[in-house]
């Protein structure tokens, strides 16, 4: 078994260190090429065995798969260069917003196996979700390999191809959100006299409790809302407030402006 990666920025150290903790693979089944040299020394220090070429077409030539980790903009630079060592057997992997396996067609082999992945990075505290699709010609072991990668950094969710284009807005980007919500909860703290690091603390425990109920009760977030609200309370007052300011529509709102922008990139379009 040989997994390629290509880049190990942010989000490749997250796999390649998570894979390696649950034992998926071990080093000398790995090959990563990342082109600044200080990140390749750095990583033959931290995981002996770990195969480091120093070059791109070495670390593609005979995977079994080949895991993209880089920017989509450098998608097709990159594709363009190594793209006659990439066996028509090898899986690729791609965790990219934007990219499809249209882009992997014609970057690549119209035959190409391709696996669709949008991560997120609470993937760093093994909470992470995937969203993951196959195209065409893949085995059922290749999937589950592929789905079993992704399960070493968190949950993993099937979705189609065709509605990929959503998951930055609900689940690769939404972290960005929350961790806004958590800031504003804590500064609403800190103007009523709570100090900084409890209101923090305080703010994120409650997001993680909130969400826990939703996952675990199966109840409806309206239902769980409902127990929280007592007549003529204080949460009704508040939710009056957030409803007034249109906090579902903002929220909403921002989730529609992502997938645009997702949409641009699939064009290829620049900012
Ligand atoms: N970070 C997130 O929250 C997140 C979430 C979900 C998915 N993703 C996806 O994950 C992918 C990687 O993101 P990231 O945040 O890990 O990026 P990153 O930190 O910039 O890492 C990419 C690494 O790949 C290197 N690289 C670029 N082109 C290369 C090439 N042709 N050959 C070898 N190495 C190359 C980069 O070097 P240079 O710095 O020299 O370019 C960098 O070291 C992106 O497609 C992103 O959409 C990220």
Redesign the pocket.
């Known amino acids: 078994m040989k997994l390629a990666m ?8 997250i796999l390649l260190q998570s894979v390696l903790k649950a034992e998926k693979l071990t080093t000398s089944e790995l090959s990563v ?4 040299p200080e ?1 390749r020394q750095a990583l033959g220090e931290k995981y002996p065995g770990l195969g480091l070429p120093d070059n ?1 077409y070495d670390c593609v030539s005979g995977a079994d798969y080949l895991l ?5 903009y ?1 998608y097709a ?2 594709l363009a ?1 190594v793209r006659d060592s990439i066996s028509k057997d090898t899986v690729i992997i791609s ?3 934007g ?1 499809g396996t249209e882009h992997l067609k014609r970057w690549i082999d119209p035959s190409v196996k391709a696996v669709i992945t ?4 609470p993937a760093l505290v093994n909470k992470g979700l995937t969203a993951i699709s196959y195209g065409e010609g893949l085995s059922a072991e290749e999937m589950t390999f592929c789905r079993g990668l992704f399960e070493c950094v968190g949950e993993v969710v099937e979705i189609e191809e065709k509605l990929m284009y959503v998951v930055p807005s609900i689940s ?1 980007s939404a ?1 960005a959100y929350i961790y806004v919500l958590i800031e504003a909860m804590a500064d609403g703290g800190v103007m009523q006299g709570l100090p900084r690091d409890l209101a923090y603390k305080m703010a994120a425990l409650t997001v993680e409790g909130s969400a826990r109920m939703v996952l675990d009760t199966g109840k409806h977030p309206g239902e769980l809302k409902d127990l929280v609200t007592s007549p003529g309370g204080t949460t009704i007052v508040a939710l009056k407030s957030l409803e007034n300011d249109k906090f579902r529509a903002t929220i909403m709102n921002a989730m529609e402006a992502g997938t645009k922008r997702v949409e641009q990139m699939m064009k290829g379009q620049q900012p």
Do not use: F, V
């Open positions: 290509i880049g190990c920025g942010n989000m490749g150290k090429y990342d082109r600044k990140r791109p993209l980790a880089i920017k989509p450098q630079a990159m260069e965790i990219a917003a990219i949008m991560p997120n990075t690769a972290p």
